[in-house]
């Protein structure tokens, strides 16, 4: 258990409301990131952060903004939620640990219905 | 060409199965590898890491790397049902860039 939370487990929406979702972690690590998982294509990186309001975009980024104001959350906005949001969202940490180890550990994902 | 690819599966094999999941990558940059173990609706949690090439070795996981046939392998011995998941690969060029994941490959173990 990594200490990440993420809320809300489940949400269903309408197209072209707003969606926050929200990455708790209790460890104070300063890499977060946010990922979707969809069939065929494996995990993708979304956003990802490295430290307070220091943040970058990943590969499928458009539609997405981030914020990160406190170490301990990572917040995913859809502006403007479409169909081909519909997805299951994780967020991940990236330990720091002094040896060069380099790997993520995730959350439990929320699943998104937009319809 | 994907940057890593990995036979989506499904895999079933009977109970006490040795078990072969691969991941071929194109970059050859790439020097730490992962391999991680999702149930279904969970997140994945990381099981074998491996910096460069070589084996490593975990109860009755073994992870190997072949870099120079850019070719990555994670072995279970004596499979269990409980092994039933999707196991994703992962890796990265250099340490805190991003990961790149394979598709996943699911086992279905057979009792």
């Known amino acids: 258990d990594a200490g990440i939370t993420q809320s809300p487990r489940h949400k269903v929406t309408e197209t072209g409301t707003p969606v926050t979702l929200r990455c708790h972690q209790t460890e104070n690590h300063r890499y977060m990131y946010w990922y979707r998982q969809d069939p065929g294509h494996g995990l993708r990186l979304i956003h990802y952060?490295?430290?307070?309001?220091?943040?970058d975009k990943g590969e499928v980024s458009d539609g997405y903004s981030v914020s990160r104001s406190k170490t301990e959350d990572f917040l995913l906005t859809l502006e403007s939620a479409t169909s081909s949001q519909t997805s299951v969202y994780f967020c991940?940490?990236?330990?720091?640990?002094?040896?060069?180890?380099?790997?993520?550990?995730f959350g439990p994902g929320t699943r998104l219905t937009v319809l | 060409q994907k940057e890593v690819e990995q036979d989506p599966g499904p895999l079933s094999v009977p109970e006490g199965a040795i078990v072969s999941l691969n991941c071929t990558y194109s970059?050859?940059?790439?020097?730490?590898f992962m391999w991680y173990r999702q149930y279904s609706r969970k997140g994945p949690e990381l099981l074998m890491y491996?910096?460069?090439?070589g084996n490593k070795e975990d109860g009755r996981f073994t992870a190997q790397v072949d870099k120079s046939s850019k070719y990555i392998s994670l072995f279970i011995r004596d499979s269990q049902p409980s092994d039933s998941a999707t196991y994703l690969c992962a890796m990265s060029a250099n340490y805190g860039q991003n990961f790149v994941f394979g598709p996943g490959t699911r086992l279905s173990v057979l009792p």
């Open positions: 491996t910096y460069s090439s």
């Open positions: 970059n050859s940059a790439f020097q730490y």
């Open positions: 991940a940490i990236r330990p720091e640990d002094g040896h060069g180890t380099d790997t993520q550990y």
């Open positions: 952060s490295y430290g307070v309001k220091d943040t």
